[in-house]
């Protein structure tokens, strides 16, 4: 089986274990979105949804938000953790999608990327969700599972993300890594995977190297 031929098959495979690929922040605005991400880092997506009702609530638009100032968010978001640099990455990224963009988020990962605290991953997540063009979000639960798969060999997420454009069906792509996060979270937990229980298992390296080495 082809590099190509086994993320096929995971694809499907995981397509007929999650039919809902959605992500797991709430958000209504494209912006709440991009903010709710960087929200995230370190912290849980629950936290976050607990957090974000009360600060979009507060701050009803990007022009409220780009006012504020770093300490009047930050007495928002305190539990999401790092307070006082996401504070100060929301304020700047909302004052520079006003002054740049329009207040319109941008569709491009070249674009979100001159955003002050998004990275790759954020910019691949808005790309693929909000715009719905071909996106690879490298997070923790992707690089993990595509590693114990066969279809990646690093921890990089920028050369994760290269790899996996190669074989991945692209136009599945985006839903595949919201899948993987659902699949790390229920059963290839990190430490301890459950392979016995995994969907993924007949073409997963991991688990067939796991197999093989049971019938010695």
């Known amino acids: ?74 007495e928002c978001i305190k539990s999401c953790g790092l307070y006082k640099t996401k504070a100060r990455d929301i304020v700047a990224l909302s004052q520079k999608l006003i002054a740049e963009f329009g207040g319109v988020v941008p569709d491009t990962i070249e674009a979100l990327l001159t955003l002050p605290g998004v990275g790759r991953k954020t910019a691949n997540l808005i790309v693929g969700d909000v715009y719905h063009k071909p996106a690879v979000v490298c997070d923790t639960h992707c690089i993990r599972i595509t590693n114990l798969l066969g279809l990646t060999t690093t921890k990089d997420p920028l050369k994760t993300e290269r790899e996996l454009r190669a074989c991945l069906p692209m136009e599945k792509a985006n839903d595949f890594c919201h899948r993987l996060v659902l699949h790390g979270r229920a059963v290839c937990i990190a430490r301890r995977p459950q392979c016995g229980a995994c969907v993924m298992a007949p073409v997963c390296k991991h688990a067939q190297a796991l197999k093989k080495a049971e019938q010695l």
């Open 1 to 74: 089986m082809t590099k190509k031929e086994r993320a096929a098959e995971a694809v499907r495979l995981l397509e007929e274990c999650y039919p809902d690929a959605v992500c797991s922040l709430e958000y209504e605005k494209p912006y709440e979105l991009l903010i709710s991400v960087r929200l995230a880092a370190q912290c849980t997506d629950a936290r976050v949804n607990l957090v974000t009702p009360e600060l979009f609530a507060k701050y009803p638009t990007l022009e409220a938000l780009a006012s504020a100032t770093p300490e009047e968010i930050g």
